[in-house]
């Protein structure tokens, strides 16, 4: 899911947020908001990952990752599809 590592920041993260805003609308009804909180922090860990990689240094820590991310910020989890009662959701 991550883009291309050697591709400038910005570049990355308009892609990420692309992909992270399309995954919002398909996932995001009511009742499943932890889980797209969780694909959140798993996409944030991949990435610094992938930015630590493009390094010769060992490891990107996050008190480094944590700037770039306030300064190019990937769009936070949102539930697009509410529903008064989940059951709803099925029908």
């Given at each position: 899911?991550?883009?291309?590592?050697?591709?400038p920041?910005?570049?990355?993260?308009?892609?990420?947020?692309?992909?992270?805003?399309?995954?919002?609308?398909?996932?995001?009804?009511?009742?499943?908001?932890?889980?797209l909180?969780?694909?959140?922090?798993q996409?944030?860990?991949?990435?610094?990952?992938?930015l630590?990689?493009?390094?010769?240094?060992?490891?990107?820590?996050?008190?480094?990752?944590?700037?770039?991310l306030?300064r190019?910020p990937?769009?936070?989890?949102?539930?697009?599809?509410?529903?008064?009662v989940?059951s709803?959701?099925?029908?």
């Amino acid at each position: 899911m991550v883009p291309d590592q050697h591709q400038p920041i910005p570049h990355q993260r308009d892609r990420l947020a692309a992909k992270l805003v399309g995954h919002y609308s398909y996932y995001g009804i009511t009742g499943n908001f932890m889980p797209l909180q969780q694909y959140y922090r798993q996409v944030t860990k991949t990435w610094r990952k992938w930015l630590e990689r493009r390094s010769r240094k060992k490891e990107l820590p996050w008190e480094k990752f944590l700037p770039i991310l306030a300064r190019h910020p990937l769009p936070r989890p949102t539930i697009m599809h509410r529903y008064a009662v989940v059951s709803e959701a099925l029908s």
